[in-house]
Antibody, heavy 122, light 107 residues
Framework: EVQLVESGGGLVQPGGSLRLSCAAS????????MSWVRQAPGKGLECVSA????????YDADSVKGRFTISRDNSKNTVYLQMNSLRAEDTAVYYC???????????????WGKGTTVTVSS | EIVLTQPPGTLSLSPGERATLSCRAS??????LAWYQQKPGQALRLLIY???SRATGIPDRFSGSGSGTDFTLTISRLEPEDFAVYYC?????????FGGGTKVEIK
């Protein structure tokens, strides 16, 4: 069974840091790009970061550039999101998603995890 | 940035009825459009990619159409499990963007 399980969310103060992890199983991990998509309370979806299967290319939304870093460890079937200089507006559920990436930017997400909640508040 | 608009915000329908969901783009991007379903407490599910291709395991009552700036997701006959929120997403330009979603609720 194809599965993605996120972890690492929690409560953090503004300006703080957090690292999210997403453990993948049931498919050949390094054959697939991966993304982090967030959903603020009562809001829509935003793809914040993505990474190709090899890790050689990444994509970041302007809202997180210079603050968030996506990475992956293909030996552990895990993708990470290092989040620094967190702001109140980063409060959201963060979803990990298996992603198709054929061109210069990611395409669509065909498998999703259930998400981990990040709350930025003092 | 390509802005996607999904009117109306809520669609009230009965089981067995046909649902027609709209996704309108601020600029044209061919057929690089996906549709997703979101239910409370569950992982999002990819329904349609390439505007009209059904994802693996998606029932044929779900269909997608359109190109350019106007796209449609049709659910031919609503089943009880289809009441959910639906999002469109474009991947024809950077940044990737999603629509605000349409909630399909039981009338």
């Amino acid at each position: 069974e194809v599965q993605l399980v996120e972890s690492g969310g929690g409560l953090v103060q503004p300006g703080g840091s957090l690292r999210l992890s997403c453990a993948a199983s049931g498919f050949i991990f390094n054959n697939h790009a991966m993304s982090w998509v967030r959903q603020a309370p009562g809001k829509g979806l935003e793809c914040v970061s993505a990474i190709t299967g090899s890790g050689g290319s990444t994509y970041d939304a302007d809202s997180v550039k210079g603050r968030f870093t996506i990475s992956r460890d293909n030996s552990k079937n895990t993708v990470y999101l290092q989040m620094n200089s967190l702001r109140a507006e980063d409060t959201a559920v963060y979803y990990c998603a298996r992603t198709t990436w054929a061109g210069q930017v990611p395409d669509f997400m065909d498998v999703w995890g259930k998400g981990t909640t990040v709350t930025v508040s003092s | 940035e390509i802005v996607l608009t999904q009117p109306p915000g809520t669609l009230s329908l009965s089981p067995g009825e046909r649902a027609t969901l709209s996704c309108r783009a601020s600029q044209s991007f061919s057929n690089y459009l996906a549709w997703y379903q979101q239910k409370p407490g569950q992982a999002l599910r990819l329904l349609i990619y390439g505007a009209s291709s059904r994802a693996t395991g998606i029932p044929d009552r779900f269909s997608g159409s359109g190109s350019g700036t106007d796209f449609t997701l049709t659910i031919s006959r609503l089943e009880p499990e289809d009441f959910a929120v639906y999002y469109c997403q474009q991947y024809g330009g950077s940044p990737l963007t999603f629509g605000g979603g349409t909630k399909v609720e039981i009338k």
